[in-house]
């Protein structure tokens, strides 16, 4: 039975798996010194990434292109899916747990039956599995390739702004960071590979792991551009579960190019809350007693009857001992004054546009679909 086994198997053909050759010799070696990419989270020292390389083939069926980019729980790269003989980028996430709620949300997208027209502007999973690596098992998303995020595609742009007319097209999408624009002209893939091949990417090797320099596509030109599609769903949360963190206005830094509220502590130099209170004050006026009263952490930051911000007047206790929390609160200032980019009554529209959403109070704040209607969205002003 085996030696008939053997036959059997001598006469069918191995799929023709079309592997892509790139070159292990002629590329950069980065300095030990310059720490890059996923190498300045510290987590490869820990062994929560994968080690993928280029040219290699993951899951039995993806052969790595080239680096697209990465985070503090993922790499993204370029890849080839043999049988399909189609492009695809994969989302190598770390060994971590909670990594695995993406992949839970896509499953419950893809569950979902709608005919609702949003559902064409949400990326779709092609495939999810998953791999064992030095250090655990890592789960892994397959997509079809896009361009970068709106918000590095931006970067691109010499002014580091949209226009008023692209931001008036995106504003019905929700975050700059979660808009991945399509990919029309595939010759922008193809470019890719071949820029990989002759001029391979800068590396170095950290602990047996190779730290790659990620490949931007070449900038696409408007007939290149395709839809953009909502993706990215680590930090997305059931319609049912409350979500309470810090968010910022992104439509302003897209339109302004700066932040509405940074949010920097001047003691710690990073980004606090406190901090990022005490400019919505003086943006806003102090919030109204109601809203402080419904707050978890009102008590951090103010005292009893809601009037004071406790950051200038009084000791806060921490784990690690007493420390003074004096952030003066900094003079009244006003949108029309942070606003560089327009004048007269369209600046004015547009100032109203966002008071709509800038409200302390959620009831105070438009619904999208209010937003909608606005005049200077529609180009009324």
């Known amino acids: 039975m085996a030696s008939f086994w053997h036959m059997v198997k001598s006469l069918v053909r191995e799929p023709d798996l079309h592997l892509i050759r790139f070159s292990n010799s002629n590329f950069t070696t980065l300095p030990s ?5 996923e190498e300045a989270h510290g987590s490869i020292l820990k062994g929560r990434y994968y080690p993928v390389r280029i040219g290699d083939v993951v899951g039995e069926k993806y052969q790595v292109l080239g680096k ?8 993204v790269w370029l890849a080839n899916e043999f049988h399909k003989r189609r492009s695809v980028a994969l989302k190598v996430f770390t060994n971590d747990i909670q990594n695995r709620e993406e992949i839970n949300v896509y499953n419950h997208l893809m569950s979902v039956r709608s005919k609702h027209p949003g559902r064409n502007y949400i990326r779709n999973a092609l495939d999810a599995f998953a791999i064992q690596g030095p250090n655990g098992e890592h789960h892994c998303l ?7 995020s709106v918000q590095e595609l ?6 580091r702004r949209f226009t008023e007319d692209l931001l008036r097209v995106f504003l019905q999408y929700i975050s700059a960071w979660n808009i991945l624009v399509g990919i029309e002209d595939k010759s922008i893939i193809q470019n890719f590979v071949e820029a990989e091949q002759e ?8 602990r047996g792991y190779t730290v790659y320099a990620s490949r931007a596509f070449d900038c696409p030109s408007g007939k290149s551009i395709g839809e953009p599609l909502l993706s990215d769903f680590g930090s997305a949360v059931s319609g049912d579960v409350e979500h309470d963190e ?14 509405m509220f940074y949010g920097k502590d001047p003691k710690e130099g990073r980004y606090m809350t406190r901090a990022h209170l005490v400019h919505m004050i003086a943006l806003m006026g102090p919030p109204p007693p109601e809203l402080l009263k419904a707050g978890k952490r009102t008590a951090e ?7 004071n911000f406790l950051s200038t007047l009084t000791l806060i206790a921490n784990s690690a001992g007493g420390w003074q929390a004096d952030i003066p609160i900094p003079e009244r200032t006003c949108l029309e004054e942070s606003e560089e980019n327009l004048e ?16 302390w109070r959620p009831e105070d704040r438009q619904t999208a679909n209010q937003l909608l209607e606005d005049d200077w969205l529609n180009g009324r002003s």
């Open 33 to 37: 010194d310059q720490k890059i990419e």
């Open 68 to 75: 697209l980019g990465y985070g503090v729980g993922s790499t």
């Open 142 to 148: 397959v997509h079809e390739p896009m361009l970068e």
């Open 154 to 159: 931006l970067r691109r742009n010499p002014s």
């Open 199 to 206: 001029c391979p990417s800068p590396r170095k090797e950290v």
């Open 246 to 259: 810090d968010v910022q206005p992104n439509i302003w830094d897209l339109f302004e190019g700066k932040h």
């Open 301 to 307: 930051f103010f005292d009893e009857d809601g009037k």
């Open 344 to 359: 007269g009554s369209n600046k004015e529209a547009f100032l109203r546009f966002m008071r709509k959403m800038v409200q």
